[in-house]
Nanobody, 122 residues
Framework: QVQLVESGGGLVQAGGSLRLSCAAS????????MGWFRRPPGKEREFVAV????????DYADSVKGRFTISRDNAKNTVYLQMNSLKPEDTAVYYC???????????????WGQGTQVTVSS
């Protein structure tokens, strides 16, 4: 069992930056691939980024490539999402997720956090 808690969301102006954190409980964090997803207002949940258990492999949605960076610290049981050059369309609730199969598909993940709100003003 893994419990995930996101933090770091907030209100930021367009062009600004935020860093989201996702703290995981349990001793098996380093076994999981970790993903970030988001749900914009009135829209479906969408993939943002994924990082492999070792941190050696990463992938991003086209909409965030070059602006967002996913990273992890297995010693701290934490995964991060550094978000730069934020746009109003990045406004969403952001969720982290853990799964043995790293993927851009939400159904491949076994555990989810409660989400953190990110609002980007124009």
């Amino acid at each position: 069992q893994v419990q995930l808690v996101e933090s770091g969301g907030g209100l930021v102006q367009a062009g600004g930056s935020l860093r989201l954190s996702c703290a995981a409980s349990g001793r098996t964090f380093s076994s999981y691939n970790m993903g970030w997803f988001r749900r914009p207002p009135g829209k479906e949940r969408e993939f943002v980024a994924v990082i492999s258990w070792s941190g050696g492999s990463r992938d991003y949605a086209d909409s965030v490539k070059g602006r967002f960076t996913i990273s992890r610290d297995n010693a701290k049981n934490t995964v991060y999402l550094q978000m730069n050059s934020l746009k109003p369309e990045d406004t969403a609730v952001y969720y982290c997720a853990a799964g043995f199969h790293g993927s851009d598909l939400a159904r491949r993940y076994d555990y989810w956090g409660q989400g953190t709100q990110v609002t980007v003003s124009s």
